[in-house]
């Protein structure tokens, strides 16, 4: 049965196909096996650079285990890339998490706070599927609640969460984490790991996306010339 598409994590797709070794891609990656190509394209606006986008939650267990080899793919990859974010819908409980990522970006904190986050979440087992209980931890942390408060209910938020959802939608989001470069190719590791032999692991299964993910960037620059 297929599950609401705004309540997917990639480990119901993947971890029971489990990976594709580094060996597997001694040839390029297969469009409609290793990434998909977006039947109609999305504009970006990174000039030369690639743009490349992650969907991502932060109560999904997934996302947690992939963020550090994300991080370090992405400045491996430096200039070559604009690297965004973006934080899926969901439900009331997902809804406080999501505010909570566009806000700290928003008070321009992201990059101090976005992994103090994801360890709330899956070290110290916070919840933060309430308002209340993000402000405390914003506060707890050293936020200002006050201005952390103004921010997060501001029409500014509310927009970029109507744009979350709008861009779901463009992009055909299923599962997360999930990769979107130049706008055309959609790859996770799911995606890397579906049809491929058991007995690989998750880690695995990130290290093959990351690969396929050299080859679109590539890909992406090479169309740019």
């Not at 990976?19 to 990174?46: I, N």
């Not at 998490?97 to 070290?123: C, E, I, N, S, W």
């Not at 050293?142 to 939608?169: H, V």
């Amino acid at each position: 049965m297929r599950l609401p598409r705004r309540l997917f994590c990639t480990a119901l797709l993947g971890l029971a196909a489990g990976t594709m070794s580094a060996a597997a891609l001694a040839a390029d990656p297969q469009a409609g096996a290793q990434y998909l190509v977006l039947p109609s394209p999305q504009p970006t606006d990174t000039g030369k650079k690639v743009e490349v986008i992650e969907f991502f939650a932060y109560y999904c267990p997934h996302c947690y285990a992939f963020e550090p080899a994300l991080e370090a793919w992405v400045k491996k990859e430096g200039d070559d890339i604009a690297f965004k974010r973006v934080h899926i819908a969901g439900g009331a409980g997902v809804l406080p998490q999501q505010r909570l990522f566009y806000t700290l970006d928003a008070m321009g904190l992201l990059p101090q706070y976005h992994q103090k986050v994801f360890d709330a979440m899956h070290q110290q087992h916070l919840r933060l599927s309430s308002d209340e209980q993000v402000f405390d931890w914003a506060a707890q942390n050293g936020i200002d609640r006050a201005r952390f408060i103004d921010t997060y209910r501001s029409f500014g938020i509310q927009a970029k969460l109507r744009r979350a959802a709008a861009m779901m939608d463009d992009y055909g989001v299923d599962r997360w984490p999930l990769v979107v470069i130049d706008g055309r190719y959609i790859t996770s590791p799911s995606h890397v790991g579906a049809g491929a032999p058991e007995g690989t692991t998750e880690t695995q299964q990130q290290q093959t996306a990351l690969q396929v993910m050299d080859f679109l960037v590539a890909k992406a620059k090479a169309d740019k010339r």
